[in-house]
C-alpha cells in the first residue's frame, strides 16, 4: 500500500489468545528524478504500534527500512497494527510517497528447511510431525476462537430480538390502552349533549 511520510496507516487483524503472528515489511520511497520508487529507502524507518482489543499497546518499536516484527497475542479479538516512518521533516515538507510492502503471517511456525536437510530421515519425519501437530494446535485455538464469537454474537441477537418482542407488546398495550381511553371519552361526551 501506499502512504506519505509520516503518515500512520493502520490495519485490523481478528487473532485469537495465545497466537504468534509475525509481520514482514519493507519500505520504498519515491524518487522525483526517476519517478519511480527505490528499492531501499536508507535513513528511513518505520514506528510499528500493536494494540490490543483492550487498547493496551502491545508492540510499540522503531525498525529500519526493512524488518521483521513479532508479538504473541494473549487477548482475542481485533488488534490493530499501526505503521508510521520515522521521517524527522516537518509534515508540511514531507511530501513524499512510500509504499510499503507489507506480509503478516497469523499462528504460522516456519520450518527451517536447512536444519532438515542436515538431519537425518528420521529427525525430518519427526520435525516435520511436530510442525503438523502444531498447525493442528493452531486450527484448533481458531476454530474455538470462532465458536467463542459465535455465541457471543447469539447471545446478542437474542437479547435484541427480546427486546424488541416487548417494545411491542408495550406498545400494542399503549395504543389499546389510548383507544379504550378514546371510546370512553367519545361516549362520556355523547351523554353529555344528549346524543345518545
Not at 3 to 9: A, I, Q
Amino acid at each position: 500500500f501506499h502512504s506519505g511520510e509520516r503518515e500512520e496507516k493502520c490495519i485490523i487483524e481478528d487473532i485469537p489468545s495465545d497466537t504468534l503472528v509475525i509481520g514482514n515489511y519493507k519500505v520504498q520511497r519515491w524518487d522525483i528524478h526517476k519517478q519511480d520508487f527505490l528499492e531501499s529507502a536508507p535513513g528511513l524507518g518505520m514506528f510499528v504500534t500493536v494494540t490490543t482489543p483492550s487498547a493496551e499497546v502491545l508492540l510499540s518499536k522503531l525498525y529500519g527500512p526493512q524488518g521483521t516484527f513479532s508479538f504473541t497475542s494473549y487477548l482475542s479479538g481485533e488488534h490493530v497494527i499501526c505503521l508510521q516512518s520515522n521521517s524527522t521533516r516537518f509534515v508540511a515538507f514531507a511530501g513524499s510517497k512510500l509504499r510499503i510492502h507489507l506480509d503478516i503471517r497469523v499462528g504460522e511456525h516456519f520450518v527451517d528447511e536447512s536444519v532438515v536437510q542436515a538431519k537425518d530421515k528420521v529427525n525430518e519425519v519427526n520435525v516435520r510431525l511436530e510442525h503438523l501437530i502444531e498447525q493442528i494446535h493452531h486450527i484448533s485455538k481458531e476454530q474455538n476462537y470462532e465458536r467463542e464469537r459465535e455465541e457471543k454474537f447469539r447471545k446478542t441477537s437474542e437479547e435484541t430480538n427480546s427486546n424488541i418482542l416487548w417494545w411491542a407488546i408495550v406498545q400494542t398495550l399503549i395504543l389499546i390502552s389510548i383507544g379504550i381511553w378514546q371510546i370512553k371519552s367519545l361516549r362520556d361526551f355523547f351523554i353529555s349533549k344528549k346524543l345518545v
